[in-house]
């Protein structure tokens, strides 16, 4: 009973001299050619694959941590690498058989506020409530702020080597206005609003039912006459 079990858990595909075998999960865990190579693995119960060989004696191991993952990693030539995970399955950890190791750290909404290598370099980071970056350093002593309006555009830009970008947006986050430390400077043209005549007409004031061209030019006369200004007031 045990052997017909075991063999209703896998299945057997041969084609063209090649013989290949699937767990029940249709993973494949054996592979060989007609020559006589051949290729083993292992997988977890999540379907990570922890475990390959091949017939030339190479082969790899891993472990999964119960996010799916890979917290450590070796090979038959003797080179490792282990990484470790926070719960929202950042790598915070990551080392290296070479010695090479790198930490991160990260907040509550995954911005990543921490970076150090083993060299000895290092970053960091904050945020603010919209996950917009507004400062960043380094062990080098470069650092940049940044600061944005309500509506997540930049509005400031500082580096530590004095020089400066401040901009402005419309409501529509169109950019209006530009300015740098080094002398640029850009606004964008303002638009002339409407003729106080223009906005009459399409209000529809002392238009008639025999409105007509003629009708238009005459009321344009007559305001111009009236308010002596060319009906040009911004």
Same mark, same amino acid.
């Given at each position: 009973? *045990?052997?017909?079990?075991?063999?209703?858990?896998?299945?057997?595909? /041969?084609?063209?001299?090649?013989?290949?075998? %699937?767990?029940?999960?249709?993973?494949?865990?054996?592979?060989?050619?007609?020559?006589?190579?051949?290729?083993?693995?292992?997988?977890?119960?999540?379907?990570?694959?922890?475990? =390959?060989?091949?017939?030339?004696?190479?082969?790899?191991? !891993?472990? +999964?941590?119960?996010?799916?993952? #890979?917290? =450590?990693?070796?090979?038959?030539?003797?080179?490792? $690498?282990?990484?470790?995970?926070?719960?929202?399955?950042?790598?915070?950890? =990551?080392?290296?058989? *070479? @010695?090479?190791?790198?930490?991160?750290? %990260?907040?509550?909404?995954?911005?990543?506020?921490?970076?150090?290598?083993? *060299?000895?370099?290092?970053?960091?980071?904050? %945020?603010?409530?919209?996950?917009? /970056?507004?400062?960043?350093?380094?062990?080098?002593?470069?650092?940049?702020?940044?600061?944005?309006?309500?509506?997540?555009?930049?509005?400031?830009?500082?580096?530590?080597?004095?020089?400066?970008?401040?901009?402005? +947006?419309?409501?529509?986050?169109?950019?209006?206005?530009?300015?740098? !430390?080094?002398?640029?400077?850009? #606004?964008?043209?303002?638009?002339?609003?409407? $003729?106080?005549? #223009?906005?009459?007409?399409?209000?529809?004031?002392?238009?008639?039912?025999?409105?007509?061209? +003629?009708?238009?030019?005459?009321?344009?006369?007559?305001?111009?006459?009236?308010?002596?200004? +060319? @009906?040009?007031? $911004?």
């Amino acid at each position: 009973m *045990t052997n017909k079990k075991q063999k209703q858990n896998f299945k057997v595909i /041969k084609e063209n001299g090649i013989i290949s075998i %699937f767990d029940k999960n249709n993973n494949k865990i054996y592979w060989k050619d007609s020559d006589g190579y051949w290729v083993k693995s292992k997988f977890d119960k999540n379907n990570n694959k922890i475990y =390959y060989e091949n017939s030339i004696g190479y082969w790899e191991k !891993s472990k +999964f941590d119960k996010n799916n993952n #890979e917290v =450590y990693w070796k090979n038959s030539e003797g080179y490792w $690498r282990k990484s470790k995970f926070d719960k929202n399955n950042n790598e915070i950890y =990551y080392e290296k058989s *070479t @010695g090479y190791w790198v930490k991160r750290k %990260f907040d509550k909404n995954n911005n990543k506020i921490y970076y150090e290598k083993s *060299t000895g370099y290092w970053v960091k980071r904050k %945020f603010d409530k919209n996950n917009n /970056k507004i400062y960043w350093e380094d062990s080098d002593g470069f650092w940049i702020k940044s600061k944005f309006d309500k509506n997540n555009n930049e509005i400031y830009w500082e580096d530590s080597d004095g020089f400066w970008i401040k901009s402005k +947006f419309d409501k529509n986050n169109n950019k209006i206005y530009y300015e740098t !430390s080094g002398g640029d400077k850009w #606004e964008k043209p303002k638009e002339f609003k409407r $003729r106080k005549w #223009e906005n009459l007409f399409k209000m529809k004031i002392c238009i008639t039912p025999q409105y007509s061209m +003629f009708n238009e030019i005459n009321f344009v006369k007559l305001y111009i006459k009236r308010n002596n200004n +060319f @009906g040009l007031k $911004r």
